[in-house]
Each structure stands twice: as structure tokens, then as C-alpha cells.
């Protein structure tokens, strides 16, 4: 499973996109919460100028990735969507 997938909703998105981490994943509370916030930051430009629904769906690759590395990751999904 790659560190990141991400999938297109229908409609336009008047909420935040859908971050899924399982428990599975990452253990602990903090740890999901961090990779959430990690992702929001990411996206949240991204996601304004498109203003489209999106699911980000975290896989255990995520764990050894830093910032730069997630960001990229995010970006290289995004536009495959």
C-alpha cells in the first residue's frame, strides 16, 4: 500500500477533505493526530484553489516519511487525481 492514496469525491467540497488513518496504522492518538495536522497544512492551499471533495487515505509508509517528503507524496496523488 503506498504512503498516500487519494480519492475524488462528487460536488463541491464545503467541508474540510476527509483524512483516514486506522488504528492499525498508527498505534497511538497522537500519532494519527500529528500525520491529520501534517496533512491539513498540506493540503489546505491546495485544496482552496481547487475547492474540490477529497479522501486522503494514510498507509504505514507514511510513518517513515518527513514533512518534505509527505508533502511531495501529497502533491504527486493530488494531481494523479
Not at 15 to 23: C, D, L, S, W
Not at 46 to 74: C, M, S
Request: no cysteine.
Amino acid at each position: 500500500m503506498p504512503a498516500i492514496i487519494v480519492k475524488k469525491g462528487k460536488g463541491a467540497a464545503k467541508e474540510r477533505p476527509a483524512i483516514v488513518v486506522g488504528k492499525r496504522v498508527f498505534a497511538k492518538a497522537v500519532e494519527r493526530n500529528r500525520i491529520r495536522r501534517r496533512i491539513r497544512v498540506i493540503i489546505g492551499q491546495r485544496i482552496q484553489k481547487n475547492r474540490e471533495r477529497y479522501t486522503i487515505i494514510v498507509g504505514p509508509e507514511a510513518k517513515a516519511l518527513t514533512f518534505e517528503e509527505l508533502r511531495q507524496e501529497i502533491e504527486k496523488q493530488l494531481s494523479k487525481v
